[in-house]
């Protein structure tokens, strides 16, 4: 059965689901994108989501059709109308269609576009979560304001695609050598003194919502996070890697271009994270 999406006003069965050939995003990639977890019908860390869907907006001067407050009730409202028990709510705001395709945004009193889906997805119980998954590297092919979390994703497609051709659950993008992030994670190691280590937000990366959760509960713990970039040397000759996304919560890496990390097993640095954060999702979830 077609599950309802919501298309600028409107729930609809997903295939009537449409925006026009005009739509800016379609044509310019001119728009904005936020995915959130939903775990036992709620939703997780969804402030985070859309406090980071405002600053989005606002780098490119793209007004939200709609408030916070209502774009979380029609998100509510899409669970509700699925039955969503566990999955992810997508939601994507375009600078609307114009009447061609002119670059500069539209002069009219173009309303933006709001377009929302959801899809199922046991992130809790994912067998990889158990297994470890492995990644591939990649030079990162993208543009320099990766901390907007634009919908403009070829660059993710294309290395997303060689890690999967490749049977790798990732890909790292690397620049000037070191890692930046993973094709749609944020990337972690854990040192053999059990440092765990990302790199520091900037614009050469997505400020991702799950590594902000999970150092947050870390230092909670008095375990020991440090913001730095490291480099592929560095994350073979590491404890641990793992990888954190509201698509994947905290997911262990146990290989990188097929060569073994931390004896090619999770370890229990990401392990115990990943209990953690699953344990904040259950417990902060509206
Ligand atoms: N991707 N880095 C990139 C490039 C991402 O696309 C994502 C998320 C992250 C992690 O951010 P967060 O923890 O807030 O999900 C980091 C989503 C899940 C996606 O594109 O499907």
Redesign the pocket.
């Known amino acids: 059965m077609d599950s309802i999406a919501y298309v600028n006003g409107s729930f609809v069965p997903l295939s009537d689901a449409k925006v026009s050939v005009l739509d800016r995003g379609f044509l310019f990639a001119d728009g904005i ?3 959130s977890a939903v775990l036992d019908g709620k939703l997780v ?1 969804n402030a ?2 859309l406090a ?1 869907l405002e600053r989005s907006v606002g780098e490119i001067k793209l007004k939200l059709p709609e408030t916070v407050g209502r774009i979380t009730e029609i998100q509510k409202e899409l669970i509700a109308r699925n039955k969503l028990a566990n999955g ?1 709510v ?1 939601l994507q705001v375009t600078r609307g269609a114009d009447t061609g395709r002119d670059f500069p945004f539209p002069k009219g009193d173009v309303k933006s576009s709001l377009v929302m889906f959801t899809s199922e997805k046991d992130i809790v119980n994912a067998v990889s979560a158990k297994t470890g998954i492995n990644v591939i590297t990649v030079p990162d092919i993208r543009w320099e304001r ?1 901390d907007i ?1 634009s919908v403009a ?1 070829l660059a ?1 497609v294309l290395a997303k695609q060689a890690a999967a051709e490749a049977g790798a659950g990732e890909a790292w993008m690397l620049e000037d050598g070191f890692v930046t ?6 990337a972690f190691i854990v040192t053999q003194d059990d440092v765990i280590v990302t790199r520091q937000n900037s614009n050469a ?9 999970v150092m947050a509960l870390a230092e909670e713990r008095q375990l020991r996070v440090e913001e730095r970039a490291f480099t592929v040397a560095e994350a073979l000759a590491a404890k641990e890697a793992f990888i ?5 919560f905290v997911q262990p890496v146990v290989a990188i271009d097929g060569k073994q990390v931390g004896g090619g097993k999770p370890g229990p640095m990401a392990t115990r994270l990943r209990e953690i954060y699953v344990e904040f999702a259950k417990a902060t979830g509206v």
Request: hydrophobic share 20%.
């Open positions: 994108y936020e995915v860390d985070s989501h980071r992810l997508y990766r979390k994703l993710q992030e993973g094709g749609s994670s944020t990366i997505l400020p991702g919502c799950t590594r902000k959760a954190t996304s509201a698509s994947s």
